[in-house]
């Protein structure tokens, strides 16, 4: 009764719910970005720091992606909760995208979005098992990320980093 006190549907839960996963997730990806000096640096720090929780016992997939899949009706409030995060998300790696100076950087960040999602669905079909294909989650962001470079100065700034 308590719960229904404060949320007086499962509706209302699921959103609340996935609102305060979409600021966990954006605390989480400003944290694990922050030091990196550029753009391509900070794409390739996410994706970093998405391995390894994708690789942890703490993770269990994604939470938008989760409950899209539970409540696949496009018009469902939780499903376009759900699908705000995924664009926001998008958004940001094309802003990052057109930073790096990539070529087509909309395509760079479905790509991107794509491997994100992937790796969560590595993460919730495979857990913490060391032959979870997410282990290498990094390695193919930076390729895709080298494949969308336009000039030299996009994989420069890798190399002047390391």
């Known amino acids: 009764m308590t719960l229904y006190r404060h949320f007086p549907s499962k509706d209302e839960l699921i959103v609340a719910f ?3 996963k979409d600021r966990e997730f954006w ?14 640096a900070k794409l390739l720090a996410f994706f970093e720091a998405l ?6 016992p703490a993770c269990y997939g994604c939470p938008f992606i989760n409950v ?4 696949p009706e496009v018009e469902y409030v939780g499903h376009q909760v759900a699908l705000e ?4 998300v998008r958004v940001r790696f094309t802003q990052l995208a057109q930073e790096a100076g990539t070529r087509r950087p ?3 960040a479905n790509a991107l979005l794509l491997l994100m999602d ?13 032959s979870n294909p997410a282990s290498t989650v ?6 895709v990320i080298d494949a969308h470079c336009e000039a030299q100065e996009c994989a420069a700034g890798e190399k002047e980093q390391h």
Do not use: I, N
């Open 118 to 130: 992937g790796a969560y669905m590595a993460a919730r079909m495979y857990g913490a098992a060391p």
């Open 27 to 40: 605390e989480y990806f400003e944290q694990s970005t922050k030091d990196a000096p550029t753009a391509r």
């Open 18 to 20: 996935l609102r305060h």
């Open 138 to 143: 990094v390695e193919a962001a930076r390729q």
């Open 51 to 56: 391995q390894q929780y994708v690789l942890s």
């Open 68 to 71: 899209a899949s539970e409540y």
């Open 85 to 88: 995060h995924k664009q926001s």
């Open 106 to 108: 909309e395509a760079l």
